[in-house]
């Protein structure tokens, strides 16, 4: 069973700058980069289990070939993604972002 994915409009935004990012570094990265982050996101939906709980029920799904992370959360049947963040900053800056 898959679950509805929603992705909060802070977390729209981090995917925005990201992908802009990469593809200013070479044309089509980002596009790239927009493709494993979907197959993130579809393999969470797959199996909202697959992940480990961080901190106060949030999970996060690693992006293959990048180094983001979507932090998410299991809301019922709803799959809620409130940041992505790059792996490289500050490990707890995402938990400032957990929603309450």
């Not at 898959?2 to 044309?27: M, N, S, T």
């Not at 799904?61 to 959360?73: L, M, N, Q, S, W």
Request: glycine share 6%; aromatic share 12%; with cysteine.
């Amino acid at each position: 069973m898959k679950y509805r994915l929603i992705v909060r409009g802070e977390a729209k935004a981090d995917v925005q700058l990201a992908a802009r990012r990469y593809e200013l570094q070479r044309p089509g990265l980002g596009r790239e980069f927009m493709a494993e982050l979907d197959a993130a996101l579809n393999r969470v939906s797959g199996n909202r289990f697959q992940y480990q709980v961080l901190h106060r029920e949030t999970r996060r799904a690693i992006v293959h070939r990048f180094p983001y992370g979507a932090f998410y959360r299991i809301e019922g049947n709803n799959l809620v993604v409130f940041c992505l963040i790059h792996l490289h900053q500050d490990p707890a800056s995402w938990k400032s972002r957990v929603p309450e």
